[in-house]
């Protein structure tokens, strides 16, 4: 049988994963229940195994009967501080859903190791499954990476590739990927102004850190328009701002927080510099002192030329043309599987999960309490991460 075959008739055991995984979410990079979980679904397979020591992950690494290179596959595991509203499988903890769809990564990840140890004697090299916790924010990635995971299999993977469903947008089984960049950068930006407080009724007996920090809010945005090239973007957007308690009062501080979002190296590095200059130049201007906490998270997810040029042949022979599309631009949400794409060739492949029932344009979108993710995509999803591994070992090794 091809492994897509095989995929389809292990459906009932990956949505019985899928669902064990959806039910009990958990955060961040401790995730005892989800590794369990994993552990279990690898129990039966003549794999190495290593769990990490900063955080819940787990590293296998699959030996091929003949020698050859290794490949990497990615999955991630961890969910969201999200409550989960409505839908037929639901999460069983307050406030945590697989609203991301990460807990069919890890299901998909973990069928592809079924499939590929089923042929493990056809397999020239080494397979390394990365199943990461931390990837909403903490960057698991990296620390991954840190406590080795690339060198896992005692050389570096010549090819690295994860797959991420999304909710909505994507017709349900469509594969998306591009050469280039695919996800943006991801920063952060903390600003307090601090002023000194006094009467509403005598602002200039007082220094009022709302209209600087709100004018800071708005050349942000100008500084984008004008002093980033609109062909190499950036985002900014304020998501938090909070400043004083009654209406006659004036506050000594107002504080807001923004995420910043690009799609080159270059951009990525002078949008911290000029952010950090121009709220720091607004704050003199108003005699106002001014603390600017700029983090660097995540870096923009490039994928290699070629091996997103490999996925997509790959996608076209094993499941049609109708199956695979080119994305246009990059997606503007961000991802740690960057780390991973700074150190090794890789793709990084988008698969519409939407359910059938549903009009994609219409979706809830990944991170919604409402996001919903079809496990019709399972099988496929295993067989691709599986198809990927074993035709990319067989290149690097004719």
């Known amino acids: 049988m091809s492994l897509r075959e095989s995929a389809a008739d292990m459906r009932d055991e990956l949505v019985r994963l899928r669902h064990a995984l959806h039910r009990q979410p958990e955060l961040g990079l401790d995730l005892p229940r989800t590794q369990e979980k994993v552990l279990t679904a690898l129990s039966d397979l003549p794999l190495e195994v290593r769990l990490g020591e900063r955080l819940s992950s787990v590293t296998a690494v699959l030996r091929g009967a003949r020698p050859g290179p290794t490949v990497l596959l990615r999955g991630d595991m961890d969910a969201l501080p999200v409550a989960e509203r409505g839908g037929e499988v639901v999460s069983q903890v307050d406030g945590r859903m697989h609203a991301c769809g990460h807990d069919l990564h890890t299901t998909m990840l973990a069928g592809a190791a079924h499939l590929l140890a089923a042929g493990r004697d056809r397999l020239a090299g080494n397979v390394i499954f990365m199943f990461q916790p931390g990837e909403e924010g903490p960057g698991g990635a990296k620390i991954m990476i840190d406590e080795g995971v690339l060198d896992a299999a005692g050389e570096r993977p010549v090819a690295a590739y994860a797959l991420h469903v999304i909710s909505s947008v994507l017709p349900q089984g469509m594969f998306v990927t591009r050469g280039g960049p695919m996800m943006a950068a991801a920063d952060r930006l903390v600003v307090t102004v601090r002023g000194a407080g006094g009467h509403g009724s005598t602002p200039h007996l007082a220094k009022d850190p709302i209209p600087a920090a709100c004018e800071m809010v708005t050349a942000l945005q100008a500084m984008v328009t004008r002093g980033f090239d609109v062909f190499d973007p950036v985002v900014v957007t304020v998501g938090s701002f909070h400043a004083g308690t009654v209406d006659n009062v004036i506050p000594d501080e107002a504080r807001f927080e923004a995420?910043?979002?690009?799609?080159?190296?270059?951009?990525?590095?002078?949008?911290?510099?000029?952010?950090?200059?121009?709220?720091?130049?607004?704050?003199?201007?108003?005699?106002?002192?001014?603390?600017?906490?700029?983090?660097?998270?995540?870096p923009v997810t490039v994928n290699d030329g070629a091996e997103a040029d490999f996925v997509g042949g790959v996608v076209r022979e094993a499941y049609g043309e109708e199956r695979f599309v080119t994305a246009p631009q990059p997606f503007t949400g961000s991802e740690d599987f960057s780390f991973v794409c700074d150190q090794v060739p890789s793709a990084f492949v988008a698969l519409g999960a939407c359910p059938a029932d549903?009009?994609?344009?219409?979706?809830?979108?990944?991170?919604?309490?409402?996001?919903?993710?079809d496990d019709a995509v399972l099988p496929d999803g295993a067989a691709l991460y599986a198809e990927l591994a074993t035709r990319r070992l067989g290149l690097a090794a004719s």
Do not use: C, M, W
Not at 363 to 370: D, G, I, L
């Open 358 to 373: 549903t009009d994609p344009a219409k979706a809830a979108y990944n991170h919604s309490a409402e996001a919903r993710f």
């Open 259 to 298: 995420t910043i979002r690009s799609f080159s190296a270059t951009s990525h590095a002078l949008v911290q510099e000029r952010a950090v200059a121009l709220v720091r130049g607004i704050a003199a201007a108003h005699g106002l002192d001014v603390d600017a906490d700029y983090t660097v998270n995540y």
